[in-house]
T-cell receptor
Framework: DQQVKQNSPSLSVQEGRISILNCDYTNSMFDYFLWYKKYPAEGPTFLISISSIKDKNEDGRFTVFLNKSAKHLSLHIVPSQPGDSAVYFCAAGPTGNQFYFGTGTSLTVIP | DAGVIQSPRHEVTEMGQEVTLRCKPISGHDYLFWYRQTMMRGLELLIY????????DSGMPEDRFSAKMPNASFSTLKIQPSEPRDSAVYFC?????????????FGEGSRLTVL
């Protein structure tokens, strides 16, 4: 059974607007949360992370929010750019090595 | 600096054949991971090594799958015999065992098609 779920397979956003990608997890023991970005024919690349002691982490245009009580995290991209068009994977795990990935959300930023 | 290198990039084989996928991690990284990507299940962790020793292989789907890391710069994932349901993209990733940042460095993947 999927321990990390990304229920939106795809998302389209206008350039300059906010993109919000959502992720839910089931295991309350998860303490580490990550977002990866993947372009076609390439491996995933690390985007941003957060540990359970925080509820927000920001890196430039990217912000990850964690709501442990709801077992939910989200990635906000502001402003969205066409180069952000990619598949975004959410991952979570109990340790720094054992991560469970979601099935991904394909983001399209429309110029 | 070279990233994680995987070979082959594409492999097409027939059911029952042996498949070997190869990975060279980033020099100095002491953790190596094998993942499989499918549409239905996303990225699944198959096995990971620390200092060439397998730590957790609970994600290996069946005995037909095996992985080795004979030295710090090389790992293989073998499927014998292969089946059509093994068709997927297989990724290798590595990281250093220093302070955790969450960053795994992935290779470009090996796309396997079993006919």
């Amino acid at each position: 059974d999927q321990q990390v779920k990304q229920n939106s397979p795809s998302l389209s956003v206008q350039e300059g607007r906010i993109s919000i990608l959502n992720c839910d997890y089931t295991n309350s023991m998860f303490d580490y949360f990550l977002w990866y970005k993947k372009y076609p024919a390439e491996g995933p690349t690390f985007l941003i992370s957060i540990s359970s002691i925080k509820d927000k982490n920001e890196d430039g245009r990217f912000t990850v929010f964690l709501n442990k009580s709801a077992k939910h995290l989200s990635l906000h991209i502001v402003p969205s750019q066409p180069g952000d068009s990619a598949v975004y994977f959410c991952a979570a795990g109990p340790t720094g090595n054992q991560f469970y990935f979601g099935t991904g959300t394909s983001l399209t930023v429309i110029p | 600096d070279a990233g994680v290198i995987q070979s082959p990039r594409h492999e097409v084989t027939e059911m029952g054949q042996e498949v070997t996928l190869r990975c060279k991690p980033i020099s100095g990284h002491d953790y190596l991971f094998w993942y499989r990507q499918t549409m239905m299940r996303g990225l699944e962790l198959l096995i990971y090594f620390n200092n060439n020793v397998p730590i957790d292989d609970s994600g290996m789907p069946e005995d037909r799958f095996s992985a080795k890391m004979p030295n710090a710069s090389f790992s293989t994932l073998k499927i014998q015999p292969s089946e059509p349901r093994d068709s997927a993209v297989y990724f290798c990733a590595s990281r250093a065992g220093t302070a955790w940042t969450g960053e795994l460095f992935f290779g470009e993947g090996s796309r396997l098609t079993v006919l």
